[in-house]
């Protein structure tokens, strides 16, 4: 009597399972908007130079607005996120604590903009090679992508693989 029980049981149990799984619908078609990076680049340190800049072209395909809070680059001891203001008829650089990526557009780092300021590398970074990059957001995402070093002379040609990304 008590195995006819359990196997009763084991058998309603399991009609449940199969029904309530019946009755979920799964999309896997569902693709993910997330924020890429593209054409990033690091120059190369000028010989008594104790900074350097990196740009790139961060895109924001989501339907809201994000901001970007803190950069880091492997190698380098110190990053800062900048831009150029004018002022007083003046151009001036100065820090800033964060960039806002607004919805469904793109903000491009480069000279006379917003840009990453490097200090204090670890080694000397040699034309060619490529560096993690790490983007740090508001909501807690991190977005990972890799800046290639360039002489200055070649800071604006597009780098080999100029893709990557997500976080």
């Avoid at 029980?5 to 199969?18: H, I, K, V």
């Avoid at 680059?73 to 831009?83: A, D, M, T």
């Avoid at 995402?141 to 002489?151: A, I, K, T």
Wanted: proline share 4%; no cysteine.
């Amino acid at each position: 009597m008590l195995l006819r029980t359990l196997s009763l049981a084991a058998a309603l149990l399991l009609s449940g399972l199969s029904q309530a799984h019946e009755g979920h619908s799964h999309d896997h078609s569902h693709v993910q908007k997330e924020l890429m990076v593209t054409d990033a680049q690091i120059r190369t340190f000028l010989p008594a130079a104790k900074s350097t800049a990196a740009y790139f072209t961060i895109h924001n395909p989501m339907d809201k607005s994000v901001f970007l809070k803190k950069a880091t680059i492997r190698g380098i001891g110190r990053v800062e996120i900048h831009e150029h203001v004018h002022k007083n008829g003046m151009m001036r650089m100065q820090r800033v604590e964060s960039v806002e990526l607004p919805a469904n557009q793109q903000i491009v780092f480069q000279p006379g903009g917003f840009h990453l300021m490097a200090f204090e590398p670890e080694h000397k970074l040699k034309v060619g090679e490529k560096r993690k990059l790490t983007l740090y957001f508001d909501n807690g995402d991190r977005l990972y992508s890799f800046v290639e070093v360039v002489s200055l002379k070649d800071t604006f040609e597009k780098p080999k693989n100029s893709h990557h990304s997500h976080h």
